[in-house]
């Protein structure tokens, strides 16, 4: 995006590499360390020091010398450093830092078994795991059905659904690092009882929202759907069948549910095993909470991802862009060793996950900057000759984590969990399990100043809210080199794209050719999508952590082709979600016509006479009502707002008696209620609170502390697109990478 020079954070960072404003956004935000009281206490260059410094520690255990542990360190620094590679969020967060959790891995599996105590225990797994800043996977397909006999108490079972309220909620308690919930992946497999149930779970009651969802189909699951057969529901107690359904009815239900809400996601636990090198652990029936990593009990990812926009060069005699393979290759050798280091220097929440990580070793090499790339090299995202490069990059990527693995277990050794695996029955001595995969990189691409993961650009342009109500453009630094450089450029382009839902098809300013290239995910076809993650898919060791990102117009079957062709090209899960989904009223945007005209969906002219006049709502005698604290300059305010079918019509704000501004609080909470009852949306009244909050107040303020109130609730849902807004700096959020992220401040729900 559009750079900017900084100030002291800033200082330390290699000229070469200027970090952006938003990456010193995120850095502030989420990463550099504070004193108690707020205050950043570190330059960038500092978190990278004390991140490489920790890390080339456990040279050591290997024999390293003080020189050697030294000189490790130093490359360690300069990758970071140059943000050609960047861990997981928790490596950088706690690395070295004093008093921080030595938790460097971002996720985890937790087994439930079928009784209270598995239960418990994994409920506080969730726990501990959530404040040391990881998110959890579970598979309930071990836990009995709704209504089954419970011996031990003469009662029934409640069923799975019923224990995942239950993690759902002591997630809503839990701040990571005091920043963010944990993330949870809740797993049903298609032959549970209760199977119908958990499809729509999340849109039924809406009391679980700390959770992706998603179902563990099988190949024969999959043929019965496609021939139209029935298939048996089993009693994991019993392990009987306890009736037949048509598999099309069920995958109807799921593809319906997904098409209203993004969720389920589907598994493909056939697949997942059959890639499994290290069968003798056990069968794998859970993912991590966006899905890219299936994973044993106990088990981790060790996450790390590489920009490959940063790995090009000019060719000679051309001025064309190439990928310098060279330098790609010494990236992955020192991040596979970067990331064997962070299994050892980790001490996970519970011992299991020691135990069980160090036995495995298994890493997840991963990449952001796909979409970059493809510019840079002027291929359009999805096209032919686009996954044709992408299959040549995954291979070759693949190939060179093995051989920097194979390279450390000459000096290291195998991993433990070798014997008996089909690396030992293919005579290779390797260091790790797994080795790549493509996990998100909501932050971490915003820290690199490139795309995420393997998504297309969200937009090519995205506002950022500063204070004064004031909004600036952020513009892919790409689409402004090429179109000044090739002489299409003009001041008022911003301002079409952004009318232009983000993107800069049917613009007649800009060459046909340059579209093209330039794509956003919304400019996408769904076979476009799934396509690029099988791409991907075909040579990474465990899955592909990418979100089908739909128009608001997609149908039912668009979702249901998706499904389908994922699983015919062998993909490991799949998720998708449908713009504005999750609203009841679809965001309406501009759109150019074939002449680049921008037409509007509304009258451009009223009269006086035709302006609308609202009567406000008359209230029932009995409301709902949430009752939220706010801490605020003036001691604890009290707001409760009263709500008919989960619409909020009505704000009381209780102020301590030696409140000085009781009448004020009264006042906005007249305004609000009457506003409300009269129809205007909730979010457009938070957005003018906002305004008046940015221009004069203070996160004290009497704007503020009803804007946490509100937001605090639950009950405002969304911000146009469907997805609710961030819980850090209330902007709005895009689900990519089967993740919600913050493209303002950086906050994302699961890296």
């Known amino acids: 995006m559009t750079q900017h020079r900084t100030n002291s954070v800033h200082e330390a960072t290699p000229e070469s590499m200027p970090l952006s404003e938003n990456a010193l956004t995120v850095l502030r935000e989420r990463y550099l360390a504070k004193d108690d009281e707020g205050h950043i206490i570190e330059t960038v260059d500092q978190l990278w020091e004390r991140v490489a410094c920790e890390i080339a520690t456990?040279?050591?255990?290997?024999?390293?010398?003080s020189e050697?542990?030294?000189?490790?360190?130093?490359?360690?620094?300069?990758?970071?450093?140059?943000?050609?590679?960047?861990?997981n969020s928790p490596t950088l967060m706690n690395a070295g830092r004093p008093g921080a959790h030595k938790q460097y891995s971002a996720?985890?599996?937790?087994?439930?078994?079928?009784d209270m105590q598995s239960i418990g225990n994994a409920v506080t797994a969730a726990l501990l795991i959530h404040k040391?800043?990881?998110?959890?996977?579970f598979s309930f397909s071990n836990l009995r059905p709704k209504g089954d006999r419970v011996r031990s108490s003469g009662g029934v079972a409640s069923g799975p659904v019923s224990f995942m309220k239950i993690i759902d909620g002591a997630t809503e308690q839990v701040r990571q690092g005091g920043t963010r919930r944990g993330a949870n992946m809740g797993i049903l497999h298609v032959q549970h009882p209760d199977i119908l149930d958990f499809v729509s779970c999340k849109t039924l009651d809406g009391q679980i929202r700390n959770f992706n969802i998603s179902v563990a189909v099988t190949d024969e699951f999959m043929n019965a759907v496609k021939e139209d057969k029935p298939y048996s529901l089993i009693n994991p107690r019993t392990k009987h069948p306890v009736k037949e359904v048509f598999a099309r009815l069920v995958f109807d239900r799921i593809v319906e549910e997904a098409w209203k809400t993004g969720d389920p996601g589907l598994f493909f636990i056939d697949r997942a095993n059959r890639a499994c090198p290290i069968p003798a652990m056990g069968e794998i029936v859970s993912t991590n909470p966006c899905g890219e990593v299936p994973l044993h009990g106990f088990d981790a990812c060790t996450l790390g991802s590489i920009d490959l926009a940063k790995h090009v060069r000019i060719q000679p005699g051309h001025g064309q862009y190439e990928i310098d393979w060279e330098s790609l290759d010494q990236t992955i050798r020192l991040a596979v060793r970067?990331?064997?280091?962070?299994?050892?220097?980790?001490?996970?929440?519970?011992?299991?996950?020691?135990?069980?990580?160090?036995?495995?070793?298994?890493?997840?090499?991963?990449?952001?900057g796909y979409a970059r790339l493809l510019m840079a090299l002027g291929l359009p995202y999805g096209s032919e000759e686009a996954i044709r490069l992408t299959e040549r990059i995954a291979h070759q990527m693949k190939a060179m984590a093995w051989r920097a693995s194979e390279q450390l277990a000459k000096t290291r050794g195998v991993y433990p969990a070798w014997k008996g695996s089909k690396h030992e029955q293919e005579g290779r001595q390797v260091r790790h399990s797994y080795v790549t995969t493509v996990a998100p990189t909501g932050s971490l691409s915003m820290i690199a100043d490139t795309s995420a993961g393997c998504e297309p650009e969200f937009a090519l342009v995205w506002f950022k809210h500063v204070l004064e109500g004031r909004k600036l453009p952020y513009l892919c630094d790409l689409f402004e080199t090429t179109a000044r450089r090739e002489g299409w450029w003009h001041d008022d382009l911003i301002d079409r794209i952004v009318a232009n839902h983000g993107s800069c098809q049917g613009l007649k300013e800009v060459p046909a050719h340059w579209q093209q290239i330039f794509t956003v995910a919304h400019d996408l076809t769904p076979e476009q999508h799934v396509r690029v993650q099988a791409a991907w898919q075909r040579f990474s060791d465990t899955a592909v952590s990418k979100t089908i990102n739909l128009p608001s117009t997609a149908t039912v079957e668009d979702v249901r082709h998706?499904?389908?062709?994922?699983?015919?090209?062998d993909c490991s899960g799949i998720t998708v979600y449908r713009d504005g989904s999750r609203t009841s009223q679809v965001l309406n945007l501009g759109k150019a016509d074939s002449n680049g005209s921008l037409s509007s969906n509304g009258t451009s002219q009223v009269r006086d006479g035709d302006l609308p006049v609202a009567n406000p709502f008359e209230l029932p005698d009995v409301l709902d009502a949430k009752r939220v604290q706010v801490k605020t300059t003036d001691g604890h305010v009290y707001v409760t707002i009263s709500t008919f079918k989960t619409r909020p019509l009505e704000v009381f704000i209780h102020t301590p008696v030696e409140a000085s501004n009781t009448e004020i609080y009264e006042s906005f909470a007249r305004v609000l209620s009457i506003s409300l009852r009269s129809g205007v949306p909730v979010e457009a009244l938070l957005e003018q609170l906002e305004k008046a909050n940015q221009r004069y107040g203070s996160v004290a303020s009497i704007p503020a502390a009803i804007i946490r109130a509100l937001r605090m609730s639950q009950l405002v849902k969304d911000n146009g697109n469907g997805l609710p807004p961030c819980p850090q700096c209330s902007q709005g959020t895009i689900r990519q990478e089967n993740c919600l992220i913050c493209r303002h401040c950086g906050w994302t729900k699961c890296s």
């Open 58 to 65: 456990v040279e050591t255990l290997y024999g390293a010398t």
């Open 68 to 87: 050697e542990v030294a000189s490790v360190e130093e490359q360690f620094h300069q990758m970071l450093a140059s943000r050609t590679f960047l861990p």
């Open 107 to 114: 996720c985890f599996v937790i087994p439930i078994e079928d």
């Open 132 to 137: 040391s800043g990881g998110g959890t996977g």
């Open 338 to 368: 970067f990331l064997d280091n962070v299994i050892d220097a980790n001490d996970h929440p519970l011992p299991q996950i020691n135990a069980m990580t160090r036995q495995t070793r298994r890493i997840g090499l991963g990449i952001m």
């Open 562 to 569: 998706a499904y389908v062709l994922a699983w015919e090209l």
